[in-house]
């Protein structure tokens, strides 16, 4: 019953970013309101995990995002985002109990993949009409976890998958901030920023060591249907 439950879920949230993607353009001038922006969030990124020899593996997350009252000096940014992703690349090959298959990587590497779907919500505070600065949680739940070995035999390459799920854990928590620009005054607007984010959680509780994720991120804001509520407001206005 535990693994049914486990592959339902799995396949809800694998399907909820694109789910998330057809709610923002189909309600998006709905969601946006005096008080609440709603948009979709795009973040290319490159992510990490201590206390392993590796490099950085540059990944891209998707989601959705909403401002609450976002016409004021300090608001709350929260984002829903389904096709997140963690890991690292270029880990040192490890035994996976078949003497052919070890031979065979010995000499190759190692790419960590680690599906999440994240909740950060952070404090955002606009220090200029156009510039922000933001701080704040962020909670994620592992999804689907691989290692993919890769080698080359005789001059073509050969890799092998192994799932890792059950040593990776479930939830994950970290902090994280930025800097955040509007690319208009209207904070309704598409904007651009720089986020950090430090995960404090031990992903692999059953190896030595504390291994936690850390990563960067390149977050693209593009609001839905902010533009009928900007409309309205200087409609608004100049009916005054």
Not at 16 to 41: P, R
Request: one cysteine or more.
């Amino acid at each position: 019953m535990k693994k049914i439950t486990g592959i339902v879920l799995l396949t809800c949230l694998c399907k909820l970013s694109y789910a998330q993607v057809v709610i923002a353009l189909l309600f998006g001038d709905k969601l946006n309101t005096g008080t609440l922006e709603f948009g979709i969030v795009v973040a290319p990124g490159s992510t990490d995990i201590s206390s392993i020899v590796s490099k950085r593996r540059d990944n891209l997350s998707l989601g959705i995002y909403f401002n609450i009252h976002p016409d004021k000096k300090f608001f709350i940014h929260a984002e829903g985002i389904a096709k997140g992703s963690f890991g690292a690349e270029n880990l040192i090959p490890y035994p996976v109990g078949n003497d052919t298959l070890d031979a065979l990587f010995a000499s190759g590497a190692v790419e960590r993949k680690i599906k999440a779907f994240s909740l950060p919500i952070l404090a955002r505070y606009a220090m200029f009409p156009k510039f922000f600065i933001e701080a704040g949680i962020q909670p994620d739940m592992m999804l689907k976890s691989k290692d993919i070995f890769t080698t080359k035999v005789n001059d073509n390459e050969l890799t092998y998958t192994t799932i890792i799920s059950d040593q990776v854990a479930l939830l994950d928590f970290g902090l994280a901030g930025g800097l955040f620009y509007k690319f208009r005054k209207d904070k309704r607007s598409m904007g651009i920023g720089i986020r950090y984010f430090q995960g404090l959680t031990d992903i692999l509780p059953s190896t030595g060591g504390k291994q936690v994720n850390s990563a960067w991120q390149l977050n693209v804001t593009i609001p839905i249907g902010a533009g009928k509520v900007n409309a309205n407001s200087s409609n608004k206005s100049a009916g005054q």
